[in-house]
C-alpha cells in the first residue's frame, strides 16, 4: 500500500532555532517527491520537488533531503521566522501507468515561538 | 504565484441546498484535482481529472460529483448538502506530461447547517 508518513507530528521551536522534519514513504514507483507549507485556512504551496537522481534541494532557508534508497527524505529550515509557523506536507507521486498519483502526509505542525 | 483559483472561499449554506464549487486554472494544466481536507488532517483526494472528459472517483468516498468540459475549468456539485459535508475543500492542478509540481487554489470552507 502506497503510504506517506511524517514526524513528528508537532514541533514547536524557539525563533531562530534550526529544525528538521522527516518523511518515509512507500509509494512506489516513486515519480517525484515534494514538500509544501500549508498556512491555516490556505492552501498549501510548494517549497521543493525532487525527482529521484537529486539527494538535496534548497530554497531560500529550506533544504530538503532525499535518499531514493531508503525511501526517506527530510526537511531543514535554518534560522526560524515567526511566519514559518505552519503545517509541512510531504507529497510523493507515483509514476504509475495513469500518469501518476499524489500520496499525501498527515504533515507537521510547526510553530515558532518568540 | 499560482493561476489557480476557487471560489466562493467560505460558504455557510442549509442541509439539503445544491452546491457547486468552482475551480478554474489558466495554466493549460491536464490534470486536476479535488481534495477534502479536515481540521488537522491530512488531504483526501475525491476526484480527479487527466483532461477533458475524463474524470475518476479518488481514495475517499464522496457524495459530490465533477466535470471536465473545459480544460481550465473543474467544478465540484453537491446536489445535497448535509452537515458531514462541513469541510474544507481544495481544488489542484499539475502538468500531467511532465509531471511537475502541483498549485493548490486558496481552498473554500463549506459549512453546512
Known amino acids: 500500500k502506497n503510504q506517506v508518513e511524517q514526524s513528528p507530528q508537532s514541533l514547536i521551536i524557539l525563533e531562530g532555532k534550526n529544525c528538521t522534519l522527516q518523511c518515509n514513504y512507500t509509494v512506489s514507483p516513486f515519480s517525484n517527491l515534494r514538500w509544501y507549507k500549508q498556512d491555516t485556512g490556505r492552501g498549501p504551496v510548494s517549497l521543493t520537488i525532487m525527482t529521484f537522481s537529486e539527494n538535496t534541494k534548497s530554497n531560500g532557508r529550506y533544504t530538503a533531503t532525499l535518499d531514493a534508497d531508503t525511501k526517506q527524505s527530510s526537511l531543514h529550515i535554518t534560522a526560524s521566522q515567526l511566519s514559518d509557523s505552519a503545517s509541512y506536507i510531504c507529497?510523493?507521486?507515483?509514476?504509475?501507468?495513469?500518469?501518476?498519483?499524489?500520496?499525501f502526509g498527515r504533515g507537521t505542525q510547526l510553530t515558532v515561538w518568540p | 504565484e499560482a493561476d489557480i483559483y476557487q471560489t466562493p472561499r467560505y460558504l455557510v449554506i442549509g442541509t439539503g441546498k445544491k452546491i457547486t464549487l468552482e475551480c478554474s486554472q489558466t495554466?493549460?494544466?491536464?490534470?486536476m484535482y479535488w481534495y477534502q481536507q479536515d481540521p488537522g488532517m491530512e488531504l483526501h483526494l475525491i476526484h480527479y481529472?487527466?483532461?477533458?472528459?475524463?474524470?475518476e472517483k479518488g481514495d475517499l468516498s464522496s457524495e459530490s460529483t465533477v466535470s471536465r468540459i473545459r480544460t481550465e475549468h473543474f467544478p465540484l456539485t453537491l446536489e445535497s448538502a448535509r452537515p458531514s459535508h462541513t469541510s474544507q475543500y481544495l481544488c489542484?492542478?499539475?502538468?500531467?506530461?511532465?509531471?511537475?509540481?502541483?498549485?493548490f487554489g486558496q481552498g473554500t470552507r463549506l459549512t453546512v447547517v
Open positions: 507529497v510523493v507521486s507515483d509514476r504509475g501507468s495513469t500518469l501518476g498519483r499524489l500520496y
Open positions: 481529472s487527466y483532461g477533458v472528459n475524463s474524470t
Open positions: 489542484a492542478s499539475s502538468d500531467g506530461y511532465r509531471d511537475t509540481e502541483a498549485f
Open positions: 495554466m493549460g494544466h491536464d490534470k
